[in-house]
């Protein structure tokens, strides 16, 4: 798990190169105990994103510490689900830090749904987790943040794929994909195994297109495309704005902009 390391600017979100968003939930409140750090403590709202290889919640307070959080499913322990009787149904679990991550030691956690689905988002997730397992390594890799620019991600990283191997996604619960500015990806592919071993990994912006090194122009156009082979005639165009082409700010950073 590490902090602070899946954020862009204005509420963005960063994935890995292949990683693919299952389930977007716009309105979610946690809760960590765990190291005495100021990070965790209070309530946290945001943004939570189910993907291929883990969880991420992003905050949508812009002045909290806490800006993001990742969740691979390699480091989840003893994910419950909960329906009180009085009160919003959640998922509570505990969290084992990554090396390298930005923290140590392991933290619980408390996932409260505001407008529901927390009972099929939990199902969901742990179905995930347990497609992901199969390819367990005996020891996760440590930690490695995003280097070098970052770009808005292709819409095979935010649109549900709609395949029968997908099939146990409730995508009738969770219809809502993020806004497309929200999502960005970078080079690097996922350290760490993901639901579907075989799945193929889109192709970065950057190398699309038909340039034939010649021209800038052309260079400039195939690094800012997305090709996809089953519609040829189109090409998908991401945006660069406010700074999205740098990577999210370090713990370090990020620590000093609170103080």
């Not at 930690?143 to 620019?149: A, F, L, N, Q, V």
């Not at 619960?173 to 071993?197: K, S």
Request: proline letters at 13%.
């Amino acid at each position: 798990m590490s902090l602070n390391t899946a954020h862009a600017q204005n509420n963005g979100v960063v994935i890995y190169a292949g990683e693919r968003i299952l389930i977007f939930y716009n309105a979610i409140e946690m809760t960590f105990e765990g190291p005495n750090i100021p990070h965790f403590k209070g309530k946290k709202k945001g943004r939570i994103y189910l993907t291929t290889h883990r969880m991420i919640f992003t905050s949508t307070e812009g002045k909290d510490a806490l800006q993001s959080f990742s969740f691979p499913f390699l480091n989840l322990r003893e994910v419950e689900l909960e329906q009180p009787i009085f009160g919003a149904n959640y998922i509570k679990g505990r969290i084992i830090a990554e090396q390298g991550g930005n923290w140590n030691g392991e933290a619980n956690f408390k996932m409260h749904f505001n407008h529901g689905g927390a009972i099929e988002f939990g199902q969901c997730m742990l179905t995930a987790a347990k497609l992901a397992s199969r390819n367990r390594p005996a020891q996760p890799p440590p930690y490695s943040p995003p280097t070098g620019p970052i770009y808005q991600a292709p819409p095979p990283a935010y649109e549900a794929p709609h395949t029968q191997y997908y099939d146990w996604v409730p995508y009738q619960t969770f219809p809502t994909a993020p806004p497309a500015e929200y999502v960005y990806t970078y080079d690097a592919p996922p350290p760490y195994p993901g639901v579907d071993p075989n799945a193929a990994v889109y192709p970065p912006p950057y190398a699309a297109g038909n340039a034939t090194g010649n021209n800038a122009k052309e260079r400039e156009a195939a690094a800012s495309a997305y090709y996809n082979p089953s519609n040829p005639h189109n090409a998908y165009l991401p945006q660069q704005q406010n700074g999205f082409s740098q990577p999210p700010p370090s713990y370090d950073d990020a620590t000093k902009k609170q103080n």
